[in-house]
């Protein structure tokens, strides 16, 4: 319920304009194409994110309010092809600097397509976080394009995987075609938020 209250707060260019450093947020980040926006759009109402046709295009930083205190991040996704190596190495020092220095961040989802999930770059935000001792959260997407057994065979292999890097670490599957996960994920975020 408190997730149908999201609004559109600001766009910002660069991590500097961000808001002020207070209340609670919680980042949504993962390569390019994984399925953030969708994931975004299926667990708020009214739906926030716009689903990026060509992907690496969405390079703003959206911060949407849930209430006074609490925002959610989205941030540009990472490791489009397209985009020149220099300015996705910039991207990733920002985006390590957020993670890392964000005081009011609380946690993080991570979105990472069932089918190729564990991206060198994802290990290495995962590293940054574990640093800090904020949870992350990731959500398999498009888990409607495995089969059952496959899907759940990847569910546990990430499980574990996620375990031996020693962080504040869970993992789901998650459909936002089906609109699958979106209980669990709702309940995972309910925590950090402390409503
Ligand atoms: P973003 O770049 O991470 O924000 O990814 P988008 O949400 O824009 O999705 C990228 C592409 O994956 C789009 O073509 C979506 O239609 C597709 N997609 C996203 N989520 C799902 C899902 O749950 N199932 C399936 N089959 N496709 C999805």
Not at 19 to 46: H, M, Q, W, Y
Not at 88 to 109: D, Q
Not at 174 to 185: D, P
């Amino acid at each position: 319920a408190h997730f149908a209250q999201a609004s559109f707060l600001i766009s910002a260019p660069t991590l500097r304009e961000c808001p002020d450093d207070e209340g609670l947020e919680i980042a949504f980040v993962g390569r390019s194409n994984a399925g953030k926006s969708s994931a975004l759009n299926c667990l708020t109402s009214p739906r926030l994110a716009r689903t990026s046709k060509t992907p690496g295009r969405t390079q703003l930083i959206n911060f949407f309010t849930l209430d006074e205190q609490r925002r959610l991040v989205d941030l540009p996704g990472y490791g489009y092809a397209k985009v020149p190596e220099a300015m996705r190495r910039e991207w990733g020092k920002h985006l390590g600097a957020y993670i890392s220095e964000r005081k009011c961040l609380i946690g993080m989802v991570m979105l990472m397509d069932a089918r190729h999930p564990l991206t060198d770059f994802d290990c290495q935000l995962l590293e940054v976080a574990a640093s800090r001792d904020l949870p992350v959260h990731v959500l398999l997407t498009k888990a409607d394009k495995l089969k059952r057994g496959p899907a759940k065979n990847q569910l546990l292999a990430v499980r574990q995987e996620l375990k031996e890097m020693q962080g504040d670490f869970s993992v789901q599957l998650f459909s936002s075609l089906k609109g699958e996960g979106c209980g669990e994920a709702w309940k995972k975020l309910d925590t950090w938020l402390a409503w």
